[in-house]
């Protein structure tokens, strides 16, 4: 899997700690899966409260230290503290961080992992961080996003939900501006592919021209929200052949799961 042992070995030890408000998100809760492209620098733990980013922090400190693992604080202030975590050879940053309990979905449990940010809700984050920031490793993420979770034109839709200061257009002309990388930029990057430049490049144009094709046609009433398809029972991007088919489904305070209709 596309985080290293040593991340998954304080993953476990943690997890046992983890609830619906204190739950691994950001990259690594992205890249756990196999199919994933490149490995995290660290494990984020969102919360939704400060007081909930110190408790768990203090309760993970106590369980990882009596594992023999050592921890050196980098950054301590209200709602962020970030550690490098050792043990041997091995090292990897962790975080805690208080981030907004507005989203799509409820966290969800995995085995090992605890509590966990819906991979919906990950991807919407990553579509609103390469908005925010030119970085190549968000980049990739949103592509594999865009062929792994939901195509990037959903995601711009419902990202204006999360971020009610974009609109669709204001959203894709930013992320219009990026994908302009050289091979030195992934080379930072612990990944699990080859990276090949004039594919990437290809794929982002094709998702970026879905996008602005897509949206058009949206209902702007609808704005910010994801849509289900009642009969797959996922989230799509919508089309004349599933127009029929599809909810909105809106973000809420904790997120909650999609209203299944009688059809």
């Keep these: 899997m596309p985080v290293t042992m040593f991340q998954a070995k304080i993953a476990k030890i943690i997890s046992v700690n983890r609830s619906s408000d204190s739950y691994l998100a950001g990259g690594a809760a992205l890249h756990f ?9 660290d494990l984020d733990y969102f919360h939704d409260s400060e ?6 922090y203090e309760a993970d400190h106590k369980l990882l230290t009596e594992a023999g693992i050592d921890i050196s604080i980098e950054m301590h202030q209200p709602g962020y503290i ?6 041997g050879q091995e090292a990897t940053k962790v975080e805690w961080a208080h981030d907004s309990a507005w989203r799509f979905m409820p966290t969800y449990f995995i085995e090992d992992r605890g509590f966990c940010l819906h991979p919906i809700d ?12 030119d970085e190549s490793r968000d980049f990739l993420d949103v592509l594999h996003a865009h062929h792994s979770i939901l195509g990037l034109p959903g995601l711009i839709w419902a990202a204006c939900g999360k971020d009610p200061g974009f609109s669709p257009n204001s959203l894709l002309e930013l992320l219009q501006r990026k994908g302009k990388y050289q091979p030195s930029d ?3 990057l612990k990944l699990n592919i080859e990276i090949d430049l004039k594919k990437l490049k290809h794929d982002w144009f ?3 021209e879905l996008s602005r094709n897509v949206t058009k046609y949206l209902p702007a009433s609808d704005v910010g929200c994801l849509f289900y398809n009642v009969f797959t029972k996922a989230f799509v991007v919508p089309s004349e052949k599933n127009s029929e088919q599809i909810v909105s489904h809106f973000a809420s305070d904790g997120g909650i799961l999609p209203k299944i209709l009688q059809i």
């Design 33 to 41: 899966e196999p199919n994933s492209i490149r490995y995290s620098q």
């Design 51 to 56: 007081i909930r980013v110190a408790q768990a």
């Design 82 to 87: 970030r550690v490098i975590a050792r043990q």
């Design 122 to 133: 990950l991807a919407i984050n990553k579509v609103l961080a390469l908005a925010g920031r």
């Design 186 to 188: 992934f080379k930072r």
């Design 206 to 208: 094709d998702a970026l």
